[in-house]
C-alpha cells in the first residue's frame, strides 16, 4: 500500500475538521487554540495576572460556583481542588492561590461541549485563599475559600 | 520502553464522559533548591494539556508551577458516548510532549 498517501488523506481529513470546528465558532482559535499565556503565569501579583488572562482584575462573588478544598492541609504539596458551577457559557475556569509566589495554578479553557467542572490538585506555600475564577459570556464570577497549610509544599 | 508518561481513564455516563487522569511529570518549579549542592534546581514544569474527543479540541489547560507533582486532572465532556475516542496530551516548558488515546468505556 502507498503509505504516503495514507498518511495525506488522513492529514487532509484532520485539517478539514479542524477547519469546520473553527467556522463553526465552537474553536476560535483565540479561546482553544491559544498560545500558553506566560505573563499571566510568571506574574506574582495577583490581579495583574487575573486582568492579562481574563481582562478583568475584579469579578462577581456568587454561590453558583462550588468550591471545593480541604479545610486544612497537612501537606502543602498536594491540595485537591475541585471547582463546579450551574453557570452557563463558561469560557474558562482558573484557580488562584493568593499567597504562592506565583499566584496562577491553572486555567482550563472549555469549549462549549465541555461541562463546566475542573478537579485537580495543587501546591500552597502556606495558608492561603483560593480563588476560583470563572468566564462566562465575557463575566467573571468568583468563589474564595482559605486552606490552612499545616506543612508548605513550595521551597524547601 | 520508556516510563509511561500519562494513564488516562474515560467514563462513559448518561449524556456524558468523565475523563479522568493523571500525568507522570516532576513539576519542578525553578524555585526550589536542591538540598546537596544548594543550586537551584530549574524549573520543568507542564504547561499546556490538551483534551480532544474525537480528534476536536474540547479543553485546553494551562499549567503553572503550581500544579502538584503528577498532575491529576479529570473534566467532563458532554455528549461523549461509549467507544468515542478521547485524546489527552501534555507539554511542557522543555518542549517535551506525550499523548495517549483512549476510549470511552
Known amino acids: ?156 | 520502553m520508556a516510563k509511561k508518561k500519562l494513564k488516562v481513564r474515560a467514563s462513559g455516563k448518561k449524556g456524558y464522559a468523565v475523563i479522568k487522569a493523571i500525568l507522570f511529570h516532576p513539576m519542578e518549579t525553578g524555585l526550589r533548591k536542591s538540598k546537596e549542592t544548594g543550586q537551584v534546581i530549574p524549573a520543568h514544569y507542564i504547561q499546556e494539556v490538551s483534551v480532544k474527543h474525537n480528534d476536536a479540541e474540547v479543553i485546553k489547560v494551562n499549567m503553572g508551577i503550581a500544579v502538584s507533582k503528577n498532575p491529576y486532572l479529570s473534566v467532563e465532556i458532554d455528549g461523549a458516548a461509549k467507544g468515542d475516542a478521547i485524546t489527552i496530551g501534555w507539554l511542557d516548558n522543555l518542549g517535551e510532549e506525550a499523548s495517549t488515546n483512549v476510549k470511552v468505556s
Open chain 1, 1 to 156: 500500500m502507498n503509505n504516503q498517501r495514507r498518511s495525506f488523506l488522513r492529514n487532509s481529513m484532520a485539517g478539514g475538521l479542524v477547519a469546520v470546528s473553527v467556522a463553526s465558532g465552537l474553536l476560535t482559535p483565540s479561546r482553544v487554540l491559544a498560545a500558553w499565556p506566560k505573563a499571566a503565569f510568571d506574574s506574582k501579583d495577583t490581579k495583574k495576572s487575573m486582568k492579562g488572562l481574563l481582562g478583568s482584575e475584579t469579578f462577581e462573588e456568587t454561590n453558583k460556583i462550588k468550591l471545593r478544598t480541604p479545610d486544612i492541609a497537612e501537606n502543602g504539596s498536594v491540595v485537591p481542588v475541585t471547582v463546579k458551577t450551574k453557570i452557563t457559557g463558561v469560557e474558562s475556569i482558573s484557580v488562584f492561590a493568593l499567597e504562592n509566589a506565583r499566584p496562577l495554578a491553572i486555567s482550563a479553557n472549555m469549549s462549549a461541549k465541555a461541562r463546566p467542572v475542573l478537579a485537580t490538585r495543587i501546591k500552597l506555600g502556606k495558608t492561603s485563599k483560593v480563588i476560583a475564577v470563572v468566564r462566562a459570556d465575557g463575566k467573571l464570577y468568583g468563589a474564595t475559600k482559605t486552606v490552612k497549610v499545616t506543612l508548605g509544599g513550595c521551597g524547601g
